[in-house]
């Protein structure tokens, strides 16, 4: 499957950003749908995960009532949806499928399948 992230870009502190993920190809094998971020020095960090089909959510404690991911089944596209951004928030974000989890949903490992990834810069 090929995932294409999209709706980066600049956003004031304070300011919201709603990113998209949508899906090409052989979709029907994976089960969840993440979105991660990587920001200056840091790892690969779980920000949010979803059951698609079923609404199922996970979420990061940094981004607990912040960030909102949802689907839309028919255009095979996941959203995030950001609110109250901090500079914190600055990162590349990719989505990622999976078919399972073999434990924690953030692991990189249980993902097969990557996006390119879209930046998000937070300015204070």
């Known amino acids: 499957v090929q995932l294409v992230e999209s709706g980066g870009g600049s956003v004031q502190a304070g300011g919201s950003r709603r990113l998209s993920c949508t899906a090409s190809?052989?979709?029907?094998?994976?089960?969840?749908v993440t979105w991660f971020r990587q920001g200056p020095g840091n790892g690969r960090e779980g920000v949010a995960a979803?059951?698609?089909?079923?609404?199922?959510?996970y979420y990061a404690d940094s981004v607990k009532g912040r960030f909102t991911i949802s689907e839309d089944y028919g255009k095979k596209t996941v959203y995030l949806q950001m609110t109250s951004l901090g500079p914190e928030d600055t990162a590349v974000y990719y989505c990622?499928?999976?078919?399972?989890?073999?434990?924690?949903?953030?692991?990189?490992?249980?993902?097969?399948?990557w996006g390119q990834g879209t930046q998000v810069t937070v300015s204070s």
């Open positions: 990622a499928a999976a078919r399972a989890f073999g434990g924690a949903w953030d692991l990189p490992r249980w993902y097969n399948d």
């Open positions: 190809g052989d979709v029907y094998g994976n089960n969840y």
């Open positions: 979803i059951y698609l089909g079923f609404g199922n959510r």
